[in-house]
C-alpha cells in the first residue's frame, strides 16, 4: 500500500520566513495530496491540497508543489506568523486507495516571534 | 455549528472491557473513517465505510470493529479493551472528491 514519508519532524522558523515542509509518497497511482494543521490540543483542519492534475497551488500565504516524477511535494509558508505554530501533516490519497488517506506522521512547525 | 461530532470526549477504561466510541455528522457525506493518533505514527486508518451498512478494514483494524447503522452515524468499537489501545481517536467524513473533515477526537485511556 501506498506509504508517505514526512521528512522533518521539527522545524523552528523566524517570524516572516519561510517555512518549508517535504514530503514524499510511493504509490505512483495517488492523485490527491492534502495538508492538514493541528493545534495544541485540537483536531485536524484543512488547509490546502493539490491535485495530480497541477504541480502548483497557492492559496494566500500558502504554497503546495507536487513533482509527479520525483514522488514528492511540499508545503510552502511564506511570512510566517506566531499562529503558524501548529502540527503539520501531508496525505496522499487516489488510485487503488480508492478515497483512503494515508498520513506523513506529522511536522511541528514553531514560529518564533 | 460543528458537522462532525464525537461521543465521548475523553474515556478512561478498564482492560479486557467493552468500549463504544460514536461518531455523528450532519454533512450528509457517504464516507467516514475512525483513526488513532500516535506520537510519532501520524494518524492511521483503523475502519471506514463508504455508506450505511457497510464497514472496510483500514490499515491497523485488530482489535477494532465498526459499525454504520445509518449514514450519520459511525461507531468504533473495542470489545476487549488493551492499554496498547490508549490514544486519540478522530472520526471523520469524506466526499467522493477525497476531502476529509475531522471531529473533535476522543481521548481514550485503557488502564
Known amino acids: 500500500g501506498e506509504k508517505v514519508e514526512q521528512h522533518e519532524s521539527t522545524l523552528s522558523v523566524r517570524e516572516g520566513d519561510s517555512a518549508v515542509i517535504n514530503c514524499t509518497y510511493t504509490?505512483?497511482?495517488?492523485?490527491?495530496f492534502p495538508w492538514y494543521k493541528q493545534e495544541a490540543g485540537k483536531s485536524l483542519h484543512f488547509v490546502i491540497d493539490?491535485?495530480?492534475?497541477?504541480d502548483r497551488k497557492q492559496s494566500q500565504r500558502l504554497i503546495v508543489l507536487l513533482d509527479k516524477k520525483a514522488k514528492r511535494f511540499s508545503l510552502h509558508i511564506t511570512a510566517t506568523q506566531p499562529e503558524d505554530s501548529a502540527i503539520y501533516f501531508c496525505?496522499?490519497?487516489?488510485?487503488?486507495?480508492?478515497?483512503?488517506?494515508?498520513f506523513g506522521t506529522g511536522t511541528s512547525l514553531l514560529v518564533d516571534p | 455549528e460543528a458537522a462532525v461530532t464525537q461521543s465521548p470526549r475523553n474515556k478512561v477504561a478498564v482492560t479486557g472491557g467493552k468500549v463504544t466510541l460514536s461518531c455523528n455528522q450532519t454533512?450528509?457525506?457517504?464516507?467516514m473513517y475512525w483513526y488513532r493518533q500516535d506520537t510519532g505514527h501520524g494518524l492511521r486508518l483503523i475502519h471506514y465505510?463508504?455508506?450505511?451498512?457497510?464497514?472496510e478494514k483500514g490499515d491497523i483494524p485488530d482489535g477494532y470493529k465498526a459499525s454504520r447503522p445509518s449514514q450519520e452515524n459511525f461507531s468504533l468499537i473495542l470489545e476487549l479493551a488493551t492499554p496498547s489501545q490508549t490514544s486519540v481517536y478522530f472520526c471523520?467524513?469524506?466526499?467522493?472528491?477525497?476531502?476529509?473533515?475531522f471531529g473533535p477526537g476522543t481521548r481514550l485511556t485503557v488502564l
Open positions: 471523520a467524513s469524506g466526499t467522493g472528491n477525497y476531502e476529509q473533515y
Open positions: 504509490d505512483t497511482a495517488s492523485s490527491y
Open positions: 493539490i491535485r495530480s492534475n497541477v
Open positions: 496525505a496522499a490519497s487516489g488510485g487503488n486507495m480508492g478515497y483512503k488517506l494515508t
Open positions: 454533512n450528509n457525506h457517504n464516507n
Open positions: 465505510s463508504y455508506g450505511a451498512g457497510s464497514t
